[in-house]
T-cell receptor, first 116, second 113 residues
């Protein structure tokens, strides 16, 4: 049973370009969470999605960032017009169906975004 | 006050000793508590979850929860050099009733041979 799959593992973008980060949850998991880890900082929640629904986006920056989890295919975190401050590790976590307040989440390997 | 607080360390223990990692949280409505291990440059790996007051043991790891004191701890017995990593305390986001996790800054553990 494959774990949470993220790609690409490393992504380099020039300032002003768009970055697209993909996450395929573990088999049987229907809940996807995105977190960001800035250098030397802790993990910060960004957004929580179920298929075709954004449940909680309270951690998403107001501009340039968006996320989706379509009916078919992986979840996508999209960053438009990237700036150097967007350089970070972006982790996706997934969890199975059930009461989310008590559910364990498992992380993918992350995408390391570098903006040059 | 930070929502989830951990001593950043580094915590240094000799091989074979017990390592004790601590975490406090501010939201009394928090319902589930997790410890993740993160090696440098890698992703967080879930090592323990705990939901009710008391102790939960899994191999060399014991998680302890005291909701009245809003305190979670992780004990690692017979510490090994391979345990050297950053340990992240994560708390379920209380009143949101979702799986949203609030993480502490992490404690760096160094186990010296």
């Amino acid at each position: 049973n494959a774990g949470v799959m993220q790609n690409p593992r490393h992504l380099v973008r020039r300032r002003g370009q768009e970055a697209r980060l993909r996450c395929s949850p573990m088999k049987g998991h229907s809940h996807v969470y995105w977190y960001r880890q800035l250098p030397e900082e802790g993990l910060k929640f960004m957004v929580y999605l179920q298929k075709e629904n954004i449940i909680d986006e309270s951690g998403m920056p107001k501009e340039r960032f968006s996320a989706e989890f379509p009916k078919e295919g992986p979840s996508i975190l999209r960053i438009q017009q990237v700036v150097r401050g967007d350089s970070a590790a972006y982790f996706c976590a997934s969890s199975p169906p059930g009461p989310q307040a008590y559910t364990e989440a498992f992380f993918g390997q992350g995408t390391r975004l570098t903006v040059v | 006050q930070k929502e989830v607080e951990q001593n950043s360390g580094p915590l240094s223990v000799p091989e074979g000793a017990i390592a004790s990692l601590n975490c406090t949280y501010s939201d009394r409505g928090s319902q589930s508590f997790f410890w993740y291990r993160q090696y440098s440059g890698k992703s967080p790996e879930l090592i323990m979850s705990i939901y009710s007051n008391g102790d939960k043991e899994d191999g060399r790891f014991t998680a302890q929860l005291n909701k009245a004191s809003q305190y979670v701890s992780l004990l690692i017995r017979d510490s090994q050099p391979s345990d050297s990593a950053t340990y992240l305390c994560a708390v379920n986001g209380g009143s949101s009733n979702t799986g949203k996790l609030i993480f502490g800054q992490g404690t760096t553990l160094q186990v010296k041979p």
